[in-house]
């Protein structure tokens, strides 16, 4: 996963701390979703779209390394 929320909190001139403050969690946690390395609970990235004044798919991308598995329709008589 990779995120711009480096990229929003510049536009706000908020630090990392700053912004953990604001959403309530630790200035490392930032430090790793701004890295790729930690995956947010729904409600973290609620907090921080919201903290940022940015819809959530704007501050995450998520990647799919994997393309979907072939589905199969299986007719039984």
Same mark, same amino acid.
């Given at each position: 996963m990779q995120t711009k929320i480096k990229e929003f909190r510049a536009k706000y001139? @908020?630090?990392q701390d700053d912004l953990a403050k604001? =959403?309530?969690v630790r200035r490392e946690t $930032? =430090? !790793?979703l701004e890295q790729g390395k930690y995956n947010p609970s729904l409600? @973290?990235?609620h907090d921080i779209a919201k903290a940022l004044h940015a819809? $959530? %798919?704007?501050l !995450? $991308? !998520?990647e799919d390394d994997e +393309? %979907? +598995?072939e589905r199969r329709v299986? @007719? =039984?008589d």
């Open positions: 001139s @908020l630090t604001k =959403v309530g $930032i =430090v !790793f409600k @973290l990235a819809p $959530i %798919e704007d !995450f $991308i !998520f +393309p %979907e +598995p299986v @007719l =039984v």
